[in-house]
């Protein structure tokens, strides 16, 4: 962070600037986040990425909403975790500009901790846990109060759209490279028709939209779930994402853009995890078929990212941040495994999901 823009938000909140420290905070690939410390006092402060989010008095709007709904059924003793709060600055306000950026500042949960990579079925279960707790507690939400900070986010018809699109252009003569994973893609569009048909069934909920494990944090003391936090992507939206992107960064032993195929698999016990704690909480508040649904987002999220990834390579990698040419293609390629070895797990996590 700018010395300048570092004096300027401790001035803001009343700090002192010759005091204040600030160090990088987070694992984020779109915010910038940091750690603002001065005499014991701790906040968060975030510059929003305007090109991912447009309107970012939007998301700040969203975010301020879910939060104080959350502290309602905290003081009635109906969400057991902690929420981030948003810090009021210059005049009373919750986004600030300084040299045409956006910045927020947030409460810091202290005690914590947060994991990049799934290392057990305990941090599975309770990362999954928070995520219910969460949604549960958002369950009597109204939706229609949430400004959509990133259109057709979860939209698997526009993302075949744009792979047909990417196709037909082939303006780097890539097709060549990847026909096979091509061939592939296009042969699952039914699973098109398949949410068009749920997604008439069931309600329309609060969703994360990012149920990466980094986006809850541990308590250090005991090691179980505290808080839910980046809420930039919360929209309406249905269930299954949020349990598919669960099960889609969980439940591999291999990173996204491994090439050790052979181990790209549903690792069965973190799946396990996964179900208990994402299901438990919420059996009050989710009927069957909406319980049922959520192994349709198990299927959706890696072969969405797969013809996200291809797309991208096919339009020469103007998207995803690449460290080479195959990139993009070596991650629709490990995506699209882990959607095959789901298919072929199919029977058995459906039997996990509903017992």
Same mark, same amino acid.
């Given at each position: 962070m700018d010395i300048s823009i570092q004096n300027k938000l401790s001035e803001q909140l009343a700090l002192n600037p010759e005091l204040t420290q600030v160090s990088v905070i987070g694992s984020g690939h779109i915010n910038s986040t940091w750690l603002l410390t001065c005499i014991g006092k701790q906040f968060i402060v975030q510059k929003l +990425?305007?090109?991912?989010? @447009?309107? %970012?008095?939007q998301l700040v709007s969203n975010a301020k909403l879910i939060e104080q709904h959350l502290n309602t059924k905290q003081l009635q003793s109906n969400y057991p975790l902690e929420t981030v709060k948003h810090i009021a600055i210059q005049n009373n306000e919750h986004l600030i500009e300084i040299d045409s950026a956006h910045y927020r500042v947030l409460s810091y949960i202290s005690d914590s901790y947060s994991e990049d990579v799934v290392k057990n079925t305990q941090q599975s279960e309770q990362a999954a846990y928070a995520f219910g707790v969460f949604a549960h507690a958002l369950q009597d939400f109204d939706t229609q109060q949430l400004h959509t900070v990133i259109p057709d986010f979860h939209n698997l018809a526009m993302r075949f759209e744009q792979l047909n699109i990417a196709i037909t252009n082939n303006s780097v003569n890539r097709v060549k490279h990847c026909a096979d994973e091509i061939e592939y893609c296009l042969s699952q569009q039914h699973l098109i028709t398949e949410l068009s048909s749920i997604a008439k069934q069931i309600p329309l909920r609060v969703c994360h939209n990012d149920t990466k494990i980094n986006n809850m944090l541990f308590c250090s003391a005991t090691h179980k779930a505290k808080a839910v936090i980046d809420l930039d992507t919360c929209m309406a939206g249905f269930r299954l994402y949020d349990f598919g992107d669960m099960v889609r960064t969980?439940?591999? %032993?291999?990173?996204?853009?491994?090439?050790?195929?052979?181990?790209?698999?549903?690792? @069965?016990?973190?799946?396990?995890?996964? *179900?208990?704690?994402? *299901?438990? %909480?919420?059996?009050?508040?989710?009927?069957?078929?909406?319980?049922?649904?959520?192994?349709?987002g198990? @299927?959706?999220? %890696?072969?969405?990212?797969?013809?996200?990834?291809?797309?991208?390579?096919l339009n020469n990698d103007v998207y995803f941040k690449v460290a080479h040419a195959e990139h993009n293609l070596e991650r629709a390629q490990n995506q699209l495994e882990l959607y @095959? +070895?789901?298919?072929? +797990?199919?029977?058995?996590m459906h039997q996990c999901l509903m017992s």
């Amino acid at each position: 962070m700018d010395i300048s823009i570092q004096n300027k938000l401790s001035e803001q909140l009343a700090l002192n600037p010759e005091l204040t420290q600030v160090s990088v905070i987070g694992s984020g690939h779109i915010n910038s986040t940091w750690l603002l410390t001065c005499i014991g006092k701790q906040f968060i402060v975030q510059k929003l +990425n305007t090109e991912v989010f @447009k309107y %970012p008095a939007q998301l700040v709007s969203n975010a301020k909403l879910i939060e104080q709904h959350l502290n309602t059924k905290q003081l009635q003793s109906n969400y057991p975790l902690e929420t981030v709060k948003h810090i009021a600055i210059q005049n009373n306000e919750h986004l600030i500009e300084i040299d045409s950026a956006h910045y927020r500042v947030l409460s810091y949960i202290s005690d914590s901790y947060s994991e990049d990579v799934v290392k057990n079925t305990q941090q599975s279960e309770q990362a999954a846990y928070a995520f219910g707790v969460f949604a549960h507690a958002l369950q009597d939400f109204d939706t229609q109060q949430l400004h959509t900070v990133i259109p057709d986010f979860h939209n698997l018809a526009m993302r075949f759209e744009q792979l047909n699109i990417a196709i037909t252009n082939n303006s780097v003569n890539r097709v060549k490279h990847c026909a096979d994973e091509i061939e592939y893609c296009l042969s699952q569009q039914h699973l098109i028709t398949e949410l068009s048909s749920i997604a008439k069934q069931i309600p329309l909920r609060v969703c994360h939209n990012d149920t990466k494990i980094n986006n809850m944090l541990f308590c250090s003391a005991t090691h179980k779930a505290k808080a839910v936090i980046d809420l930039d992507t919360c929209m309406a939206g249905f269930r299954l994402y949020d349990f598919g992107d669960m099960v889609r960064t969980f439940c591999s %032993p291999e990173a996204e853009d491994s090439t050790n195929l052979h181990n790209v698999i549903i690792r @069965k016990d973190i799946f396990s995890a996964i *179900v208990k704690g994402y *299901v438990t %909480p919420l059996k009050s508040s989710m009927s069957t078929k909406e319980q049922e649904s959520l192994l349709l987002g198990a @299927k959706i999220m %890696p072969l969405m990212l797969s013809v996200r990834f291809l797309t991208d390579y096919l339009n020469n990698d103007v998207y995803f941040k690449v460290a080479h040419a195959e990139h993009n293609l070596e991650r629709a390629q490990n995506q699209l495994e882990l959607y @095959k +070895n789901i298919l072929s +797990n199919e029977k058995w996590m459906h039997q996990c999901l509903m017992s």
